[in-house]
């Protein structure tokens, strides 16, 4: 899609044709092209309405019913920020005072409509004259916002008493454009050093602009976390969606923390403070009846010790982070799983005690092992009927072992 497209599908022909479009249904699009086309549609306008309509239906999941009147590209759907975690990101421009934000690398413009929905100024850019027409069309109904082709870099920020409301979030590509992996998505990227702007270039805003908030992988190494700022872990649903760096006031706890987020569960914020309690590792031969397993955004955050805190448990081997207790707890941040048996890993007692527990199926969750879950299906030769047992493949103590387990309710 180029630039000419999206302003065809913005004007009149082209938005009335894709309001109109039925919801999605891949069954149905080969045919649904065919009759707009003979109703005298523009080929090209219908192929690229329908690739809109596809998108939407993509993006629903993230925007809800919002998706259904804005515009997207595949990268930058995938990019995205949710809209439930774009307000929490919002919510701390708002609370720490900021008026004006420079949303730098806006992307499709998920984190501008919600400081826009506050009623905060946004000055949004992006680098791909696409994205920031798209980013335009998206939001087109917050007067205050305004969408400008640019590289971050480009942007004059203010400076002196004139930042003293401004805020700047920079959400940086984290695509190679023009290269794609083997799903044919544009290939990630996986380190600080390849983001674009560059690393060193949001370091720079940070010490221009106190409130300045960044969007990273997940994936970012504790180490490079700059001092003094809050580094928090996010998760929607049990899945870790980023790492989002905080300066100046828009910090409410220096230091990592994790925030759990989902469409059933209160927000629960972890922080360091948390997971002061030292962990030591449990022998085999005492595994609790309990296992809880932290939420993910705990586990990168590295604040297992918050749940062994909370539970008065251990870690079953550093850094495996499955915890083991005597109680399971109410925690927001870890699910509880009763210990129905455990034993050292070996493939043929475990393929014997499926025998004979007549288990025709299994759950397997793995952490600080090597195992091709594929691999030990096979070895296991599963019947497919029967009862389906959730098996925990860790470490115990330096050990091994398969710990069998059940949801605790």
């Known amino acids: 899609m180029d630039a000419e497209t999206v302003r065809s599908l913005t004007a009149g022909e082209g938005w009335g044709l894709l309001q109109s479009l039925p919801p999605y249904e891949e069954s149905s699009a080969l045919s649904l092209q065919t009759r707009l086309r003979e109703a005298g549609f523009d080929p090209a306008l219908v192929s690229v309405a329908l ?47 900021v008026t004006t934000v420079h949303d730098l690398g806006c ?18 850019v992006d680098a791909d004259e696409v994205t920031a027409l798209v980013a335009e069309s998206n939001l087109r109904h917050w007067p205050g916002t305004a969408v400008h082709h640019a590289r971050a870099e480009e942007v004059a920020l203010p400076s002196g008493a004139a930042a003293r409301h401004t805020g700047v979030w920079l959400d940086p590509a984290r695509r190679t454009p023009g290269v794609a992996d083997i799903t044919g998505r544009t290939k990630r990227v996986f380190r600080l050093e390849e983001i674009s702007p560059s690393w060193d270039f949001v370091r720079d805003v940070a010490g221009r602009i106190e409130a300045t908030g960044a969007k990273l992988s997940p994936a970012i190494a504790h180490r490079d976390i700059p001092a003094g700022c809050e580094a928090q872990w996010v998760s929607w649903a049990g899945e870790v969606v980023e790492c989002a760096i905080w300066w100046g006031p828009l910090v409410r706890t220096a230091g990592r ?70 109680r399971p707890g109410e925690l927001a941040y870890a699910r509880a799983y009763v ?30 092992v090597t195992i091709d879950f594929d691999q030990l299906r096979r070895q296991l030769r599963l019947p497919g009927k029967g009862p389906e047992a959730v098996l925990v493949l860790t470490r115990v103590a330096g050990q091994q072992m398969v710990l069998v387990v059940a949801p605790h309710a």
Request: hydrophobic share 45%; glycine share 10%.
């Open 51 to 97: 690739t809109q309509s596809r998108l939407r239906a993509r993006a629903r999941e993230k925007f809800g019913d919002f998706a259904d009147g804005m515009l997207f590209t595949p990268d930058g759907l995938e990019q995205a920020t949710r809209l439930e975690v774009a307000a929490v990101h919002a919510q701390r421009f708002r609370d720490a005072g």
């Open 257 to 326: 923390t994790a925030l759990v987020l989902g469409p059933t569960r209160m927000p629960t914020m972890v922080s360091e403070a948390a997971a002061e309690k030292p962990s030591a590792a449990r022998r085999p031969d005492s595994i609790g009846p309990y296992l809880l397993e932290p939420d993910k955004a705990v586990l990168r955050a590295g604040l297992v010790g918050a749940v062994t805190a909370a539970v008065d448990g251990v870690e079953l081997d550093p850094g495996v982070g499955y915890v083991s207790a005597e």
């Open 107 to 124: 992307g499709v413009g998920s984190d501008a409509m919600a400081l826009s929905t506050l009623d905060l100024a946004v000055e949004a």
């Open 339 to 368: 210990v129905l048996e455990s034993m050292p890993f070996n493939v043929k007692a475990l393929r014997a005690w499926c025998r004979d527990q007549r288990i025709g199926r299994v759950t397997i969750k793995k952490r600080g």
